[in-house]
């Protein structure tokens, strides 16, 4: 049995010195439950809709959001195309997101916005030590204009509050707007008691923001520090329609003024574009400033369970702890080696590593679910793609639900939801920041499961969601399977648990600053965790095996297992969406025989996961079983998909005669063995797999491994999306693997070890170069140019490079590629 001890003198000494140093309460023990209770208290608020440049809610459905609008008043023209909300991927950003983000602490974000002319930045700072209802909160709102001085912009905050309960502005609002703070009160079930004060000019700052007045008043007054208020009450699912409900709040204002003041002499756009005065009890509060030049003005949430308030002079005082905090854990955890440890490269990380932590949402709502359960969807005769297309249009998809899920996401702009495919490979960094945070996310993921074992792989929950996803790919198949990536943290966290057994950890900071440290230094808080996690585990496990299960017997095919071989489901002539490779080329035409090795080698990587949590969690008999499965995949993989002749793994198809035949693209999907650890470090085929890797002109390129082998008849072609370009996640485990393979000693140690000191190198410096060049991370990476394609602002698995940074410099970094 795997249990951490801590050493009883050991742990006296520990506490007697923390106390002497830190001052840091080492004294309070706290149990499994405790852990959790603060852990989710310190979780509760964030800028948990990353959907919206900046937004808040709490991970509590129908309770309050609240969100930001913004937009230079200049002209009249172009404030259609100016009012920022949710993040879009044409609004000519210089770049966006968050340069620092933690989150059980806060996050600094600055938002480039060339066509507004002005870097707007947005602090967000939690106090969740205040109080056991998630604490207070605050976020400063400055603006510093890009060019022109004198840039006037408007800026309206909104909170809407979407379940029952109350939502009242306090303050009085007379009809030329509000001097000084406004102040809105609330409570809800979960949540309390609340305020909410947006600040007015503060004295020290007085002067550096300048309201127009307002054009109710006469032209010739003049107000300074005025605040607009306006309280709407809608139908609760229409409130994340908030951009098209202001616009028609404002186009009546507008008609009302240009009725008093002529079509010839408007008010100039600064005050045409403003809010009428008009503030109560409603479900939808907006306040709105307009500013000449810089600005700043603060929102502060005030939970009425915290003994003290945020104020101002918090906020000031720990955006600066935060920036220290942040920047020496970020040293501490990702290790960045030569000789990528320059200051360039620190700003460079710490945005990849934050936009990635703080895309996390949380999402909650109903989603559309095809259970027919229609015989097609065997998919066991030949021509079956015709066949499935034909049942899905006869069926009415329904709403399930409602679900909610706490995750993090490929991208604000184009995919600001949950994927089961990106989200393993998102927790491999924050794993290492927040192993506790890890936990929750994946639990939140298994628990999206339904009693087959099934986890719908794209999370489109509630009609914000939907509304960004084409109709055609909303609808989720329960015989649909997607590559099983959260099994990798289950690796990654069995790693650190082993580890943790030679180097027990202490606490040094605070329960609230970071629960994960207690939760693994507690004995048995982990393995109760893991405990709850496991049967959703196994179940998903044997789910996949079932419905996912190939055919050895039918065709007659030597092999050592006749179990242990997959297939997709979901294939058409084109397309296999279910192996997250879309377009990668594929066995013509698709037959129900076929074989796929990526499918195989999940499985071989879930095997060899769960024979490790079990082995943890003396679930002895479950292990062996599990190492059993293991087994039989190593020797599967090479019986049904290696090729002897082409040196490669290959799927499997049949063919004219009924007989087994490889069928051969190089790229990613020749790589998935090796990729998950399922190959013997000194054999043969290790060498095989490594001169594939290595030529030029098949998978190498200065700017990362290629998807698909240059010498492929289809490389490039179509939509070229997994036929050439270069994928972060698929380097990130090539690379991870040379790395082990470079440290194992053997025959072809010192192959590897040249091979991932220079794709280490490229890695890193392609998507460096191009996010100095736009300002972004990008979704995949051009194999000739290295330019950065597809979707901007791809801070999901791309942020892996924080990992490949962190990876030790061994081998000749210098070399060229002609050595390798
Ligand atoms: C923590 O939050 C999760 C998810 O919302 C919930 O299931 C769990 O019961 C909470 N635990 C405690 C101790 O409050």
Known sequence: MARMRLDSMWMFWVVLLLRLVSGVDADTTYTAQDIERISNNTLLWGPYRPNLYFGTRPRIPNSLLTGLLFTRVEDYASIQH?????????????????????PRLGGIQTIRDTANGIDLTTSFIKDTAAGDKGGNWGVRISGKPREKED????????TAREGLGGLEVETDVPAEGVEGDVVMKGESGALGDFTITVTGDPEDRKGINKHPFHSHVTAQEKHLDRTFVNTQQLQPDALWQTKPILFQHLKTQIEELIERYGKDNPPPPYQLYTIANNAGAGNLQFVQKVFEGPFEFDILFNSGSA????????????????????????????????????????????????NLIGGLGYFHGDSLVDRSYAPEYEEENEGFWDETADARSRVQPVLEGPSELFTSIPS???FPRGFLWDE???LIPILDWDVDLTLQITKSWFNLMDDDGWIAREQILGPEARSKVPAEFQVQYPHYANPPTLFLIISSLADKLDALKSHPLTPHTDIHTDPSAYLLSTPGAVDAALRDLYPLLTKHYAWFRRTQAGDVKSYDRDAFSTKEAYRWRGR??????????????????????????DALSWVGLMASSLARIATFLSEDDDAARFAKHEAAIRRNVDDLHWSAERKMYCDASIDDYEEHVLVCHAGYVSLFPFMVGLMDPAGEKMGDVLDLIANPAELWSEHGIRSLGKGDALYGTEEDYWRSPVWLNMNYLIVSRLLSLAQTPGPHQSRATTLYAALRRNLVTTVYTSWKETGFAWEQYHPETGAGQRTQHFTGWTSLVVKILGMPEIGGEGRERDEL
């Open 151 to 158: 840039v006037k912009t408007t800026v309206i905050f909104y």
């Open 424 to 426: 393993g490979f998102h």
């Open 572 to 597: 058409t002539t084109t397309h296999l969406l279910t192996s997250g490779l879309d377009d990668y080329p594929r066995a013509q035409p698709p037959h129900p025989g076929e074989l796929h090795v």
């Open 412 to 414: 604000r702009p184009f």
């Open 82 to 102: 100016t009012f920022r909300h949710t993040c879009e991927q044409n609004e000519n950003m210089a770049g966006y997101g968050w340069d620092i983000f933690d």
């Open 307 to 354: 003994p003290e308030p945020i104020t101002s002079t918090t906020i000031s005082s720990k955006i600066e702890d935060l920036k220290k905090s942040f920047a020496a854990k970020f040293k501490d955890v990702f290790k960045p080696s030569a000789p990528f440890t320059g200051a360039k490269y620190e700003e460079f990380a710490h945005s990849l590593f934050s």
